[in-house]
């Protein structure tokens, strides 16, 4: 039953009951009319409440029809608002916890509005690329007034109801309800009350008008902007309240109709509802069920006081989790802890943490030289230096000295999980959280599954990773997991198209302009150039067929480490991270070329984000094909929220599908033939393929 009819004496409520949010699914609609045509039709009920069962009044769309034909099957949204409005009796919206997107348009469409006090309002629409559909950009200008709806809906983000209810002439809660337990009782009270009014009061009979009307939205055109350049939707979000000032009713609507149903097809809105749903099915795990008993975490000890397990502590100690930090040396502890401290009180000086809070987190940390002190941990993460000697010798020690049932984890970045594991008598407890710098700021945390990990213990790390604020990808075990075994192949590209004549400045400014946070060359620097060279010597043993430019090791040769020795790619000043060209790097790499007999020639942008971003592809369908990722979409996380890809684009694999896997293999068959580049690593993965000759795509 998706919502339930119920008479209180002259009263008829309508509760809306599809859990979690009340998603206003096709057969959640139909409920509503059903419920709407018995009330009208029944000589006794004289009102109509409709609520929400559960945790929410309406979440508003239902995002398991999203794309079917039951999103839009009668009655669509637009249908049972109609419905309420042309009720011959009248229909009170009684609003607790979330009302939103669609939620918030039907309580529109009512004539009156009761709100509990907690409620959070909001039309998210432009989350995803849109503007609300169903009349929110019309209706809501005409009981908040034009400039704080405009800031709603432009924003998304949700506001208090007990917030909009203080707003000077407001018309949006007809009355605000003394608590969300008194909720129903009283909004069926105040249903009686206005039993008997007519004419029914409608929102679209309202006015919506603004004093400085032109100039205003100008003023917003201009603010969005700036705010939003590759997304075109907040735009549209201020065309479409504009019209709400200018056009009668009925016109604007279709306006907003027009304007929806354009920015539904477009890449942008495509990207945004392509990854809405990707970090929804990222936490799913085919063969580990929503019901898989969890391991209780209490306590957390993190091995190493570096700036990985430092970072790594502070997201624990934000979630009010007790955490133990184990170095070998007092100086480390002492270096570790000053950098957890310096990190919190950047926060409490920008304002972003009080004080009081501040001092709470640093409570919850407790150094230690010795592993015995860490022993009654539930889970114990491991951050030191990336070598499988020295986890050998840490993983042993851990199952000496940890409880039985902990879970043992490890933030390595590339090594085999299977191994490190093998250290133990226990593989089914150990897990790989590969954590991204600044882990206490990065989003992304890969999982790694290791062949004997035990399903309760990554249903527990799942679990956790959302506490801790995480989007958190689960990867099989392979060299450099999903997203560092991919970026090994852009960074390898990159190294070729300076062998052949482009500069690292114009091939991050190529990417950049596409919309990477951070281009291939200007990343190296960041992250330190000495890592990329220890992973190059260690496949020099293990894989000597791979072929690199050699320019990154003549550069690290120099000592040249990036922004932490003021010297990479680029020079650097003291203090700044502006990225300096460097004469030096320009005249070493050109040297490098003649040493080749390699004539530098013009590349252009649109060849080295090609290169660049379908080695992604590549390397990533590859990953798909060995079960490494479990979904496409589980790789377009990884990117978007680890490695700084344009999100208006959706990550890579979303972006080859939007390009057309056809182009994308034919754009492939031309690097092949470059003498220059890796002609073994161009030919196109069979799932590519596959896909590409079937006219598929990979999400």
Not at 41 to 50: E, F, G, H, L
Request: glycine share 10%; aromatic share 6%; with cysteine.
């Amino acid at each position: 039953m998706t919502a339930e009819y119920k008479v209180h004496g002259d009263v008829a409520v309508v509760t809306m009951n599809n859990p979690p949010v009340n998603g206003l699914g096709y057969a959640t609609r139909t409920a509503i009319t059903d419920g709407l045509n018995k009330a009208n039709a029944d000589p006794a009920v004289k009102a109509i409440v409709i609520t929400g069962a559960g945790k929410a009044f309406s979440g508003g769309a239902d995002i398991k029809e999203f794309g079917s034909p039951k999103a839009t099957a009668e009655p669509n949204l637009l249908s049972v608002i109609l419905a309420c409005e042309n009720s011959a009796k009248p229909i009170v919206a009684a609003i607790h916890s979330v009302a939103m997107g669609g939620g918030l348009e039907l309580s529109l469409g009512c004539h009156y509005r009761i709100a509990a006090p907690g409620a959070n309002i909001a039309l998210p629409e432009v989350k995803l690329g849109l503007i609300p559909g169903a009349g929110g950009t019309m209706r809501l200008p005409r009981v908040l007034g034009v400039e704080p709806a405009l800031n709603m809906i432009v924003s998304g983000e949700p506001v208090k109801s007990e917030m909009l209810a203080q707003l000077p002439g407001q018309k949006l809660f007809d009355k605000m309800a003394s608590s969300p337990e008194a909720l129903l009782e009283e909004a069926i009270a105040f249903a009686r009350s206005v039993a008997d009014t007519r004419p029914l009061p409608l929102v679209r009979n309202l006015p919506s008008k603004h004093p400085m009307g032109d100039a205003y939205f100008q003023f917003a055109r201009n603010m969005v902007k700036g705010m939003a350049k590759n997304f075109p939707a907040p735009a549209k979000c201020v065309d479409a309240v504009e019209a709400s000032t200018k056009k009668k009713f009925d016109e604007g609507m279709a306006y907003e109709r027009e304007i929806f149903t354009a920015l539904m097809f477009t890449p942008e809105s495509r990207a945004l509802r392509h990854l809405f749903m990707a970090e929804r099915a990222a936490s799913k795990i085919a063969d580990v069920p929503d019901d898989t008993k969890q391991r209780e975490i209490k306590k957390v000890a993190v091995i190493g006081a570096g700036t990985m397990g430092g970072g790594i502590s502070m997201n624990f100690l934000n979630a009010g989790i007790p955490v133990t930090i184990l170095e070998m040396k007092q100086e480390a502890i002492d270096r570790g802890l000053a950098t957890i401290r310096k990190n919190y009180e950047g926060q409490v000086k920008k304002g972003k943490l009080k004080q009081d809070k501040y001092e709470q987190r640093m409570a919850l940390l407790k150094p230690t030289l010795s592993y015995e002190e860490i022993g009654d941990a539930d889970l114990v993460i491991e951050a030191v230096f990336e070598e499988m000697g020295v986890k050998e010798t840490v993983f042993k020690k851990l199952d000496e000295v940890m409880k039985k049932g902990a879970i043992l984890a490890s933030n390595t970045s590339t090594l085999d999980l299977d191994k490190i594991a093998s250290f133990t008598k226990r593989p089914e407890d150990v897990v790989g959280l590969h954590f991204f710098s600044p882990a206490n700021v990065m989003k992304l945390l890969e999982v790694v599954r290791g062949k004997k990990t035990g399903k309760d213990v990554l249903a527990t790390v799942m679990a956790l990773a959302k506490k801790i604020k995480k989007t958190a990808v689960v990867s099989g075990v392979t060299d450099g997991f999903i997203g560092n075994r991919m970026i090994e192949q852009y960074s390898r590209q990159a190294g070729f198209l300076l062998d052949e004549g482009a500069t690292p400045q114009q091939v991050d400014r190529a990417i950049e302009r596409f919309g990477f946070a951070m281009g291939p060359f200007r990343m190296g620097d960041l992250a330190g150039n000495d890592i990329g060279w220890a992973i190059r010597k260690r496949r020099a043993a293990e894989r000597p067929d791979m072929k690199y430019s050699r320019t990154a090791d003549k550069l690290c040769e120099l000592g040249r480490f990036g922004q932490k020795t003021g010297a990479g790619w680029y020079d650097y000043q003291a203090g700044k991270r502006d990225a300096i060209p460097s004469k030096l790097v320009e005249d070493m790499v050109a040297e490098h070329r003649k040493s080749l007999g390699i004539e530098p020639r013009r590349i252009s942008d649109e060849e080295i984000v090609q290169r660049l971003v379908f080695a992604l592809v590549n390397e990533g369908a590859r990953i798909l094909e060995e079960g490494i990722a479990a979904r496409a979409s589980d790789i377009d996380m990884v990117y978007i929220t680890g490695y700084g890809f344009p999100i208006h684009r959706g990550g890579p694999m979303l972006y080859a599908d939007q390009v057309g896997l056809f182009n994308v293999v034919q754009a492939m068959k031309r690097f092949q033939a470059n003498p220059r580049d890796d002609a073994k690593f161009w030919e196109p993965a069979p799932l590519l393929m596959k896909l590409a000759s079937e006219g598929k795509t990979f999400s």
